[in-house]
């Protein structure tokens, strides 16, 4: 949750996560992906 968001490298994922909770939208399921090497 502390790595950083791939479209926004500036915010972290728990920032997105937190800011689309605000609106209402729940997050089911996550999967964590590796990018690059």
């Known amino acids: 949750?502390?790595?950083d968001w791939v479209i926004e490298p500036?915010?972290?994922v728990k920032e997105i996560?937190?800011?689309i909770?605000?609106?209402g939208i729940?997050?089911?399921e996550?999967?964590?992906l590796k990018?690059?090497?």
């Open 17 to 19: 996560i937190s800011e």
């Open 35 to 37: 990018i690059g090497e």
């Open 10 to 12: 500036k915010k972290k």
């Open 1 to 3: 949750m502390t790595q």
């Open 26 to 28: 729940n997050i089911k």
């Open 21 to 23: 909770s605000n609106k």
């Open 30 to 32: 996550f999967i964590r």
